[in-house]
């Protein structure tokens, strides 16, 4: 990547965390504004699981090696399934074990994206549980789908240039 795309996943990756850290989420569970969260999460979820196949799609048409969009679509699912995490944490009681901050939550979607796994945070109830099935889910195919892409366009770069000589 040139040093201008390394600098707008940078600051992509920056603004994406301040904006995970300043959304407005409270704890209120008995009114309407619990399925407004939960509404506004999985549309972010949805966002970012669509911004993650345009890329994919965009990147297939193009001979580019897709790290750039790839990167920032990884992030963006991954916040948005921490902010989804962490609305549920606190919206629902006994549906996360460990989780009490929106650190604890973005840390927690980062150890599931790696697949870390540590335990020390981890679904108990099943709201959480079938969250957390969604997100390994996004998380296995997203890697997959950007590691043979890049392993297929770079084999074609490769083809390519051999063809040239």
């Known amino acids: 990547m040139t040093k201008a795309a390394w600098f707008r996943v940078v600051a992509a990756v920056v603004l994406l965390v301040a904006l995970y850290y300043v959304v407005p989420v409270n704890a209120s569970t008995r009114d309407w504004r619990l399925a407004l969260r939960i509404l506004a999460a999985v549309v972010f979820v949805g966002g970012a699981v669509w911004v993650v196949v345009w890329q994919i799609r965009r990147r297939l048409k193009s001979d580019e090696l897709p790290l750039e969009g790839l990167a920032i ?65 996004f998380n296995i195919a997203v890697l997959a789908t950007g590691a043979s892409l890049l392993v297929n366009q770079a084999t074609a770069r490769v083809r390519k240039s051999r063809h040239r000589d």
């Open 73 to 137: 679509a990884l992030v963006a699912g991954a916040i948005a399934f921490a902010l989804a995490d962490y609305v549920l944490a606190i919206s629902v009681e006994h549906q996360f074990d460990g989780m009490n901050t929106r650190t604890d939550a973005l840390y927690f979607a980062l150890s599931t994206l790696f697949t870390v796994g540590f335990g020390d945070i981890h679904a108990t109830g099943q709201g959480a549980r079938v969250l957390v099935i969604f997100q390994m889910v």
